[in-house]
């Protein structure tokens, strides 16, 4: 089984640069499924019902999120049904939506970090209770940290080494030189990277930024344009035993 996971998209450039060269990536890797970081889909910002129908039309299997996914309420309504989107596995059981979902054998699993973000729940004790308690049907797994800390993004992908596919960090949109398979078999990076543009700070523009920096003074930021990067991790993973056997990193410049 082949998975592609991607970084954050991030706004209107994301999502054309995504629907431009997914189709192809797909097929030039062989890839079974695509799992989406969606939380950034929006303006930069969260998602909405149009844009989660672009990024399933580009070829999205499953879309995770994050710590954005509550900004546009509409979305609520799609968390809630069947659609293949999650939040974070590690919010409080009242909040709406699902944390995992289950496709041909994979299950996809979004968990959101602590250190630097907010009070949430332990991933590491979240994860600990899947595990112990698995959907039936479930093959392979694919955990999207979204989460600040690199420290904590490596302990979790060590403290699961063996026991899921893969650990891929989202969040800081930068993408980071770490990938490896772990001793025991999992997949580990601690940042995809983002889809986003590249004339950026993060995919926010530039100036709009700095000006924030040097004043302190809260507003909200504009996506920035021109050229997007695209950033994906494939994961190979061995189907007898659920583990990994290849990461392979893939960046392409989308004008």
């Not at 940290?145 to 026991?163: C, N, Q």
């Not at 601690?190 to 924030?212: A, K, L």
Request: charged residues 20%.
């Amino acid at each position: 089984m082949k998975v592609l996971a991607i970084g954050d998209v991030i706004g209107k450039p994301g999502r054309r640069a995504l629907a431009s060269v997914l189709p192809r990536i797909r097929q030039q890797h062989a890839v079974d499924y695509v799992v989406v970081n969606g939380e950034n889909l929006a303006g930069g910002l969260g998602a909405t019902q149009s844009t989660l129908q672009e990024v399933y039309a580009a070829g999205a299997d499953v879309v995770t999120s994050g710590n954005h996914v509550w900004h546009h309420k509409e979305i609520y309504a799609a968390l809630e049904n069947e659609e293949p989107i999650v939040r974070p596995l590690n919010y409080p059981p009242a909040a709406p939506g699902k944390g995992f979902y289950l496709i041909g054998g994979l299950l996809v699993v979004n968990l959101i970090g602590r250190t630097f973000m907010s009070n949430y729940d332990c991933p590491f004790r979240t994860m600990d209770a899947l595990l112990s308690d698995l959907p039936e049907g479930t093959n392979a797994i694919v955990v999207d940290f979204h989460a600040e800390a690199t420290s904590e993004k490596v302990a979790l992908g060590r403290y699961l080494d063996g026991r899921v596919a893969a650990v891929l960090g989202t969040h800081t949109h930068v993408g980071t030189i770490d990938s490896r398979i772990l001793p025991r078999g999992t997949a580990y990076v601690t940042d995809i990277g983002m889809t986003g543009p590249i004339e950026s700070v993060i995919g926010d523009d530039i100036h709009m930024v700095i000006e924030r920096f040097l004043t302190q003074i809260p507003e909200r930021l504009s996506v920035g344009k021109g050229p997007v990067e695209f950033n994906g991790m494939v994961v190979t993973i061995d189907d007898d035993s659920g583990m990994a056997t290849d990461l392979l990193r893939v960046r392409e410049t989308v004008a």
